[in-house]
């Protein structure tokens, strides 16, 4: 390497703030997309400033939730697909904070890579901003950390947080109880969990990501890297409609794991398998891996991704309304005594 009179530059050492700048400037439209009622600042700031008086709450609680995208992250670098994995960033994050009954207001982002791409990079900061468009949320600021020497090549990671807010004294889980209704709205695909099981069955199969997919059309990267549904406007009306007790997103733990989180103590739940059909992809990944039932309820959404915990004489009701919204709704099973989740009938 050979330095000017001046000495070695930050460049040299192979961060480019130029570079940087760049994904500000290219990202900026995407992030002023996502403003909403609250937002006091735009990016480029030390910090991102927020009016929860002018979001319209009164005595507001703040909730909090993070998360990343996991391995899932692999394909999406492997394939150069990288358009969907900031939808999944959000999803991931606000999906968990309306189980407690918030309202997403706002997202930041931390984007950390070897080399900064400013394309990739913008693609993917994108995908960010369309997640918060479709939750009602703002992305107000984030961090771009590009660091030579901690990740190969191409490679990058990605987290994020989101902050809500609900009025006082009306936080999810509450009033559960037996006999309550669980409604199931359905999932797209494997969202953003088991990504290391999902893998190693695709290496199993012997399968590459350029293959044609042998459960859906085009590739099966691409059809891996369907982006996790969002649930929150949905959620929320059924929500403020009234009636619902609890929500549970379906995420890493599967049906076995999650469903339990929101059941208070005493507290158990009766599920129907044949109550939905099992997408393709699900069956897929069972008889590749020769995965047995229980594995696949404890590591898959299984076609699952939030469920509804509901009085019984108001689930007809929220039934009507959440499939008015487009969700695929099926009615799972009850809320029993005793503790953690049974089921009856066949997944597979």
């Known amino acids: 390497m050979t330095t000017g009179k001046n000495g070695i530059t930050y460049a040299e050492a192979g961060v480019d703030i130029d570079a940087g700048n760049a994904l500000v400037d290219r990202i900026k439209p995407a992030a002023k997309r996502t403003d909403r009622p609250g937002v006091m600042s735009g990016l480029g700031g030390f910090g991102a400033l927020f009016d929860l008086k002018a979001a319209g709450y009164s005595d507001p609680v703040l909730v909090a939730a993070t998360d990343g995208v996991g391995t899932k992250l692999r394909i999406a670098i492997d394939t150069g697909n990288v358009d969907g994995v900031g939808i999944d960033l959000v999803a991931m994050c606000v999906n968990d904070l309306v189980c407690q009954g918030a309202e997403p207001l706002f997202f930041l982002d931390y984007f950390a890579t070897g080399k ?39 490679d990058f990671d990605l987290a994020g947080f989101a902050v809500g807010a609900m009025e006082r004294g009306t936080a999810l889980p509450d ?118 039932e229980a594995e696949m309820l404890k590591t898959f959404n299984c076609g699952i991704g939030m469920i509804v915990v509901c009085a019984a004489d108001r689930a007809a009701a929220l039934e009507d309304l959440l499939t008015q919204a487009g969700e695929g709704v099926s009615r799972l099973g009850t809320v029993t005594a005793g503790e953690g989740v049974s089921y009856t009938g066949a997944l597979l």
């Open 116 to 154: 900064l791409e400013t394309e990739s990079a913008a693609r993917i900061v994108e995908g960010i901003a369309e997640g918060c468009v479709q939750s009602g949320c703002a992305l107000i600021g984030g961090e771009t950390a590009e660091m030579p020497g901690m990740y190969p090549k191409g």
């Open 175 to 292: 009033g559960v109880a037996e006999g309550d209704v669980l409604l199931g709205l359905a999932s797209n695909g494997v969202h953003s969990n088991g990504y290391s099981l999902v893998r190693k069955l695709v290496e199993i199969s012997g399968l590459g990501w350029e293959d044609a997919c042998p459960f859906a059309e085009g590739s099966l990267g691409a059809a891996l890297l369907t982006p996790t549904r969002l649930y929150v406007t949905q959620a929320l009306s059924a929500v403020r409609a009234g009636g619902v007790h609890g929500l549970a997103h379906i995420t890493g733990g599967g049906l076995t794991e999650n469903l339990p989180r929101v059941l208070p103590e005493g507290l158990g739940a009766e599920i129907d398998l044949n109550a939905w059909e099992l997408p393709p992809v699900f069956r897929w990944l069972s008889q590749t891996g020769g995965m047995v």
